[in-house]
């Protein structure tokens, strides 16, 4: 199974290459003149409207047409608020390798994070988890730990520096 995370941002000519690829079931190396076959399931995402990338001339219609075997249309993170603590559970225990040590979210945590708008969808949540889990104390993480809208915090790096004893920049 191949994932291709953002289907709708590949160049045109790569587009060309992939469908080749996919109708004849083979690859060509780069060096060699001679096909592998290749057997291969594809998973592809994108959070673009799709008809309108093949309009404007930035995604093959063909492709599309290839690709588009069994659609499957989720919503936004934002749009899912009841799925929000499930899925930030499922994240903190990605990142804490120990469970004896895994940081819970108090209500205030929670709060935070449903009532965010969620732009960056997951990826964004998951930032946020881990930035949340190196300012936490205690195996809790509270609401001052949920950074996530610059605004609101006036300075992000200020709040930061306030936890800077726990604090690690990677």
Not at 114 to 119: E, V
Not at 137 to 151: A, F, Q, S, V, Y
């Amino acid at each position: 199974t191949l994932l291709l995370d953002e289907i709708s941002e590949m160049p045109m000519a790569l587009q060309a290459k992939l469908l080749r690829a996919l109708q004849e079931k083979a690859v060509t190396p780069i060096g060699s003149q001679t096909d592998i076959p290749v057997d291969v399931r594809v998973v592809a995402t994108t959070n673009r409207n799709m008809a309108e990338e093949i309009h404007s001339g930035n995604f093959r219609e063909d492709l599309y047409y290839r690709l588009n075997v069994f659609p499957l249309n989720t919503l936004a993170l934002a749009a899912r608020i009841d799925d929000i603590v499930p899925v930030a559970t499922f994240l903190l225990e990605r990142h804490v390798k120990d469970a004896v040590n895994m940081p819970w979210l108090d209500q205030g945590a929670i709060k935070s994070l449903r009532g965010y708008g969620w732009p960056g969808n997951v990826r964004e949540l998951e930032n946020v988890l881990q930035r949340a889990i190196v300012l936490s104390e205690n195996n809790i993480i509270d609401e001052g730990n949920i950074m996530i809208d610059l605004n609101k915090h006036k300075n992000l790096y200020q709040n930061f520096n306030e936890h800077n004893e726990k604090a690690a920049v990677i």
